[in-house]
T-cell receptor
Framework: GNSVTQMEGPVTLSEEAFLTINCTYT??????LFWYVQYPGEGLQLLLK?????DKGSNKGFEATYRKETTSFHLEKGSVQVSDSAVYFC????????FGQGTELSVKP | EAGVTQFPSHSVIEKGQTVTLRCDPI?????LYWYRRVMGKEIKFLLH????????ESGMPNNRFLAERTGGTYSTLKVQPAELEDSGVYFC???????????FGPGTRLTVT
């Protein structure tokens, strides 16, 4: 069946550091891929998405590219801010979503 | 436009008791999903409604869980009787079209003692 494997956290970075959170998947067919973010005390928000191979999703300085050959959808940001501290979830699906276990990111000033 | 709302935000009950969680999706969204995150693990799908019909309930853990969506509007998820392993955060999400972006509610944190 479909599955998502995400880099384990917690991840602690200094402000302005480069961020990569790895996400790999196993899927049949051609699902869409998503990154969701949960800020402290809030619900899940869609951060970015990609619907087909080689698509790049981007939002708020974050990017991820749908790589079919490596079955990956790694999240990157060139310069993180304290306000990026949150839990990040990689997910796949069309309708029913399959999530990774989440990666907690803490950014220190 | 109001987002997805869930009630209560937090519930603490004893093992063996009954709890009912409520979700109000975004108006006009026919698709409603329930998910659960237990003990910091991955968020797992529970079930999917299209209007008032259950489209997929493959993620429901057992028959202690009952979900309804009367009139295709709000949905309830009842746990009866609750067990310790039911503790976690229950999320509701809605979308206008299946496969579209899902909008999530803030979640209900359920603690069974």
């Amino acid at each position: 069946g479909n599955s998502v494997t995400q880099m384990e956290g917690p991840v602690t970075l200094s402000e302005e550091a480069f961020l990569t959170i790895n996400c790999t998947y196993t899927a049949t067919g051609y699902p869409s891929l998503f990154w969701y973010v949960q800020y402290p005390g809030e619900g899940l928000q869609l951060l970015l998405k990609a619907t087909k191979a080689d698509d790049k999703g981007s939002n708020k300085g974050f990017e991820a590219t749908y790589r079919k050959e490596t079955t990956s959808f790694h999240l990157e940001k060139g310069s993180v801010q304290v306000s990026d501290s949150a839990v990040y979830f990689c997910a796949l699906g069309r309708g029913k979503l399959i999530f990774g276990q989440g990666t907690e990111l803490s950014v220190k000033p | 436009e109001a987002g997805v709302t869930q009630f209560p935000s937090h519930s603490v009950i004893e093992k063996g008791q009954t709890v009912t969680l409520r979700c109000d999706p975004i108006s006009g969204h026919d698709n409603l999903y329930w998910y659960r995150r237990v003990m910091g693990k991955e968020i797992k799908f529970l079930l999917h409604f299209v209007k008032e019909s259950k489209q997929d309930e493959s993620g429901m853990p057992n028959n202690r869980f009952l979900a309804e969506r009367t009139g295709g509007t709000y949905s309830t998820l009842k746990v009866q009787p609750a067990e310790l392993e039911d503790s976690g955060v229950y999320f509701c999400a809605s979308s206008q079209v299946r496969g579209d972006e899902q909008y999530f509610g803030p979640g209900t944190r359920l603690t069974v003692t």
